[in-house]
């Protein structure tokens, strides 16, 4: 538990039967923390009875295996579960707002998600707005809040603020009301020129050309 919080992994595999604390316990605490819930769980055990398995899968465990067990089976099951996570950052990036149910599996994540739109709806466009700042607001230690993002959209805590940012922009340019210059200030570049190399480095083109191409469109 202590690691999970720590290092935020990609997936945890557990035994059912353990001292101190069972593989139920142990599910139990990661998936009702915002830090960790979204982390996938592989119980193992060898206990096969069905009400033992739907007591694993009741407490938020994702998937359960019974011993004896192949090894490639194990494997198997745990590059779906890493698979399917890697589709929901794919839809991340994909999506000029943030969708919480779609980088989102348990609930709490939405509601982690939700908040921090929250966040950013009040702090993106402030140019002093920090990782720092972020991690305060959201109640998390800076690290935890990086694995945390990672896992959700692959990105790490200042590349979401950034991408953030960009998103935004990419609403302002479609208004076609604004110059180049004010669009990056407004959404908390305090550098036209930065504005423009990030943008062309995310979308391939700069804001200008952006705004050429929809103009034709």
Do not use: W
Request: aromatic fraction near 8%.
């Amino acid at each position: 538990i202590e690691k999970a919080v720590q290092f935020v992994p990609d997936l945890i595999i557990t035994d059912l039967m353990m001292p101190v604390k069972n593989g139920i316990e142990l599910s139990e605490f990661v998936k009702d923390d915002e830090r960790t819930c979204h982390i996938p769980i592989i119980m193992l055990t060898a206990r096969v009875e069905e009400e033992d398995m739907l007591e694993g899968l009741s407490t938020g465990a994702d998937d359960y295996v019974t011993k004896p067990f192949k090894i490639k089976i194990l494997e198997s099951r745990v590059k779906n579960l890493i698979y399917n996570r890697n589709k929901l950052r794919k839809r991340y990036s994909q999506e000029i707002i943030l969708k919480p149910k779609d980088i989102a599996i348990v609930p709490k994540d939405e509601l982690l998600v939700e908040r921090i739109q929250h966040i950013l709806d009040e702090k993106l466009t402030d140019p002093a707005f920090s990782v720092e700042q972020f991690s305060k607001e959201i109640g998390m230690s800076r690290m935890q809040l990086h694995r945390k993002l990672k896992a959700l959209t692959g990105l790490s805590a200042t590349e979401f603020i950034r991408s953030q940012r960009l998103k935004a922009s990419i609403s302002l340019l479609k208004q076609k009301e604004i110059n180049i210059s004010e669009i990056g200030y407004s959404v908390g570049f305090n550098d036209p020129s930065y504005f423009s190399k990030c943008f062309k480095e995310t979308y391939g083109v700069s804001p200008t050309a952006y705004l050429e191409n929809i103009e034709k469109s």
